[in-house]
């Protein structure tokens, strides 16, 4: 962790348009309902779109934070962008962190309450706290009250704003406190269940320096456009009345989702960095409540009933895993899953309106193309906890409910036409989640077949060989064997066709050879749908678009193989799998495998006409000017 400066800054600060002062404990609060936008005068705003240094309103929710506060402060003043101005709102602190901040800091609007407000309650009002004074902000920067910042972290923020107005937040790179990139949240992920968690959280920053679109930001350190926050508003009041208290929940996503779904932008700027003083909180009953509730009252806000529908299976899923857990955990933590619903069922009519009134909105942008960067910004898979993956079965669980996810990802992605190119994680998820199903479901006849070849062909059961497969990296190919071992006078082996034997042309002919694949789909090295991996001494013999067919993984049944299999001749297998990586999607991989079990039905094409296996490569060519005919 690097030493931050407590010096103060050396350029000119914009001038303070808030006065000093604090609010007394026991005055009364005003509203942190959505913003009243009744602050700034016209006059202010014309001035802010002129403003050559954008001003940004700093706000901190404050609750017993003494032990931080000196070092927060100063990585504020620390900060190269000079035009900042602090906003602190004090949820009832017992430790002196009111006389603290009056000492230390009276440059800063300090509003103090009489009752603990919560993250959301309280950024709200800090917000409007800020939109209030005499000047308007050109952002809010919502911040935890245990963080760090890097001298240059406002300045990135506003600087990566800045490039697109579109942009409506932008978070930073948040690391551990202490570490120098150990990743605690690169922004948030989000499953298409309602569950999202810190995006990236304790991988390497290094895996994490390019910038994009993201989800949803961490609600613990980001920057709100506010002219953003002027049209969309702050944190839905909806989420205040939440059971399990002041807890935070998904107020923050939601938040997220209705600037995506309003033509906006929500972005990360791994250049910005702050540092979390993070501490993982223990679950429990109320807790728990309040994020049952939240997730239930984010997916019934944001989601078309049409997308529910498709999402049924994973949420059944997910509901049957919360149950189990609940009773894990005893009978708090069940009545507190049973009142997320209760909840839910009690604010049915007023979430209702709140949809109809989202979708009244002139929302922004073309809408299919919003939604389709909703679903493109879906993850699969979220980190597992510790101890999820130290148990086996709760391992096991987790990737069939990741693979659920995925699913349902690859259900959305049919009902809009969009391509696997945008969601290359949602079909590697899926290619597990299956391939598992299918060695459990298939473990019988695998065994059976295994015996049938330990008897008829002897030891080993297994045939492995060396493959090429994605980004031309070399992997071991496994089958049943089919052939016996036979070599010549001369010690060198029989022609394949002396070798296969009826009992392997059977196995052929059902195809049961290519089962023992599915652990490489397991492990990573194929999919089940893709062009089948080759041998390496292939490779120098490949033409330049040849050689695409290794810009995706490998598969178990493909474009050629419905089209021909081993029948077709190399330059029309190769044509077809170029095909194929220029059609990829959701809709062509569930045409292949339709057609496969045609295929598998007919037997066709398991074979050249004359031979028992498909004849070398030798290194024919495929013109690109045929190519781009076909």
């Not at 000079?82 to 017992?94: F, M, Q």
């Not at 690391?175 to 999202?196: E, Q």
């Not at 044509?575 to 598998?600: C, G, H, N, P, V």
């Amino acid at each position: 962790m690097p030493a931050m400066g407590r010096r103060k800054k050396k350029q000119n600060r914009a001038p303070d348009p808030w006065p000093p002062g604090t609010m007394a404990a026991g005055e009364e609060l005003p509203s942190a309902k959505q913003p009243s936008h009744a602050g700034p005068s016209e006059a202010a705003l014309a001035e802010t779109e002129n403003r050559e240094t954008p001003r940004v309103a700093v706000i901190v929710v404050t609750f017993n934070s003494r032990k931080h506060l000196a070092d927060l402060t100063a990585s504020l003043d620390a900060q190269t962008h000079g035009a900042i101005n602090l906003v602190v709102v004090d949820s009832k602190s017992t430790d002196e962190t009111r006389e603290w901040l009056s000492q230390h800091r009276p440059d800063a609007r300090v509003m103090a309450s009489p009752r603990n407000l919560g993250y959301r309650n309280g950024n709200q009002l800090g917000m409007e706290m800020a939109w209030g004074s005499g000047s308007a902000p050109d952002y809010l920067l919502i911040l935890n009250d245990d963080v760090e910042l890097h001298p240059f972290a406002i300045e990135r923020l506003v600087a990566a704003a800045e490039e697109d107005r579109q942009v409506s937040m932008a978070a930073p790179a948040i690391l551990v406190h202490g570490h120098a990139s150990r990743i605690n949240a690169a922004g948030s992920s989000l499953l298409p269940v309602g569950f999202y968690s810190a995006r990236g959280k304790d991988g390497d920053y290094e895996h994490y320096r390019k910038p994009g679109e993201i989800a949803a930001v961490s609600g613990c350190c980001f920057l709100y456009r506010a002219a953003a926050y002027r049209e969309l508003g702050g944190f839905d009041a909806i989420f205040d009345t939440l059971p399990g208290g002041w807890h935070a929940s998904a107020e923050d996503l939601d938040l997220c989702w209705r600037a995506w779904r309003a033509g906006h932008s929500v972005i990360y700027a791994p250049e910005a960095i702050v540092w979390h003083k993070y501490q993982q909180r223990p679950m429990h009953p109320s807790r728990f409540a309040s994020l049952v509730a939240g997730r239930l009252a984010f997916l019934a806000l944001n989601f078309p009933r049409r997308e529910l529908l498709t999402l049924a299976p994973a949420l059944l899923m997910t509901e049957l895993a919360l149950a189990a857990y609940s009773a894990l955990r005893g009978f708090g933590f069940v009545r507190a899953w049973v009142n997320g619903y209760r909840w839910l069922w009690g604010n049915r009519r007023r979430i209702g309106e709140l949809r109809g009134l989202r979708q009244a909105r002139g929302l922004g942008g073309n809408r299919a193309n919003r939604e389709g960067n909703l679903v493109r910004l879906m993850q699969a898979r979220i980190p597992l906890a510790p101890s999820a993956l130290s148990n086996p079965l709760l391992r096991v669980w987790a990737w069939l409910w990741f693979g659920a996810n995925a699913v349902a990802i690859g259900a959305l992605c049919l009902v809009r036409g969009l391509p696997f190119s945008a969601a290359g994680a949602i079909k590697r998820t899926m290619d597990l989640a299956a391939a598992l199903a299918m060695l459990v479901l298939l473990a019988p006849l695998l065994l059976a077949v295994a015996a049938a070849v330990r008897i008829h062909l002897g030891s080993p059961v297994f045939f492995r060989q060396t493959r090429i497969g994605w980004k031309e990296r070399p992997f071991t190919l496994y089958k049943f064997r089919t052939m016996r071992e036979g070599l010549d006078a001369n010690g060198r082996a029989l022609p394949d066709e002396a070798r296969l034997t009826r009992f392997g042309s059977w196995l052929r002919a059902l195809s049961f050879d290519e089962f023992p694949q599915l652990w490489n789909v397991v492990k990573g090295e194929m999919s089940l749908i893709g062009p089948r991996p080759l041998l390496p001494e292939y490779l120098p013999r490949y033409s330049a678009l040849q050689r695409r067919r290794h810009d995706v993984r490998p598969g178990l049944s493909g474009w050629a193989q419905v089209r021909g299999r081993n029948s077709i001749d190399w330059e029309r297998r190769f044509a077809l799998d170029l095909e194929y990586i220029e059609r990829q999607s959701l809709l062509f991989d569930l045409r292949i495998a339709l057609m496969t079990l045609r295929k598998l039905v007919d037997r066709e094409g398991i074979s050249q006409p004359g031979r028992a296996t498909m004849e070398e490569f030798r290194g024919a060519m495929i013109p690109v000017a045929e190519h781009q005919k076909r």
